[in-house]
């Protein structure tokens, strides 16, 4: 077993895997690292989703653009979840209360915390592993195949397995870029320029501006999983102003959204000429008589709204 201050000297992601199960006893020693994590309010708002099904890991693999998904020895989808806390909480007769955004932030963090306890155990008993965000590439498809519920959504997928490669470590950016003191500082544009200098070795190109764009500039991959994020994380409970099972009748009507915008061009979409809030009721328009049609957040009455209006053919 390495010691910590080896592990992270040298440790690097693994993307390719001998077809070998783990030893026998390793994957209690991963669930127990997994486990032993702290989270918040020992709430414990997360759940590992292991992917033991051979055709239902070749489809997660496809669905993210990430065939090492299939080679690990195990692969689990890190889930943040606040399903299985409201369930305890209503089965003692509590009322779930509406905290959608701070839900997320720390199902989150707890979802992380306990995938990053088991994949340094992972890498101490000398597995190689290797965490998945393209799990977000098609979120809405994962999320059906593994049956996910409200309150549960992927925060990203986690590989281990007995390593076929040797990476050497990749490099980081100073030191001083990402730890600051007491106030949070600018950055100098020669600093800016030496993070490109220190980052050229993960790089193909030689630029690592390349890379930040692709991913992350107008156009890029984050931009395009942002819209299926969106809606899926609204569907699952934890957007403000976006009610869930509203939602989720819109959507089998054929109208998705992900944000309140959305729900409005929605909305203008089928053909409304105007969709107008004010507190506690909203109104599409032109319709009959201009009732008021729901009472509630302005997410909630607009979707109720949509739900009780008449087809727009009528429009
Ligand atoms: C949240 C997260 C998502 C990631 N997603 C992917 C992925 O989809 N596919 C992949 O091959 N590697 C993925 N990685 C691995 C990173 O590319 C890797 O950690 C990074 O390049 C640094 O390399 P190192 O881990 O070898 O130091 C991900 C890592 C994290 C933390």
């Known amino acids: 077993m390495k010691n910590l201050l080896e592990l992270y000297q040298t440790r690097a992601s693994v993307r390719r895997f001998k077809p070998e199960p783990l030893r026998p006893g390793d994957l209690e020693k991963l669930l127990l690292a997994a486990q032993r994590a702290p989270t918040d309010a020992t709430a414990q708002m997360y759940t590992l989703l292991r992917i ?129 003191e007491n106030r949070y500082r600018a950055y100098r544009p020669e600093e800016l320029e030496a993070a490109y200098v220190d980052m050229r070795p993960i790089t193909r190109s030689g630029d690592w501006y390349r890379v930040l764009s692709r991913y992350f500039a107008a156009g890029g991959t984050m931009e395009r999983r942002e819209p299926p994020y969106q809606r899926y994380v609204a569907r699952a409970g934890f957007d403000p102003d976006l009610p869930a099972e509203p939602l989720k009748r819109l959507q089998a009507e054929g109208i998705e959204a992900g944000s309140l915008g959305e729900l409005i061009e929605g909305a203008l979409a089928q053909g409304w000429g105007a969709v107008r809030l004010q507190p506690g009721s909203a109104w599409l328009e032109p319709e009959p008589g201009g009732t008021p049609r729901g009472e509630d957040r302005p997410g909630e009455v607009l979707a109720q709204a949509l739900l009780k209006a008449p087809k727009p053919h009528g429009l």
Request: net charge negative; aromatic share 10%.
């Open 52 to 180: 033991t099904d051979r055709e239902l890991r070749d489809r997660i693999a496809q669905l993210s653009d990430n065939p090492h998904i299939a080679y690990a020895a195990e692969f689990f989808l890190v889930l943040a979840d606040v399903y299985r806390l409201r369930r305890m909480l209503e089965f003692r007769g509590g009322v779930w209360g509406y905290w959608p955004r701070t839900a997320a932030h720390f199902a989150i963090a707890d979802a992380v915390l306990a995938g990053s306890a088991l994949a340094t155990m992972a890498e101490s008993l000398g597995y190689g592993i290797c965490w998945i965000g393209g799990v977000l590439n098609h979120i809405e498809a994962i999320g059906e195949l593994c049956g996910l519920p409200e309150g549960v959504f992927p925060v990203a997928g986690l590989c281990v397995g007995v390593p076929d490669e040797a990476p050497a470590p990749r490099p980081r950016l100073r030191r001083e870029l990402v730890v600051h």
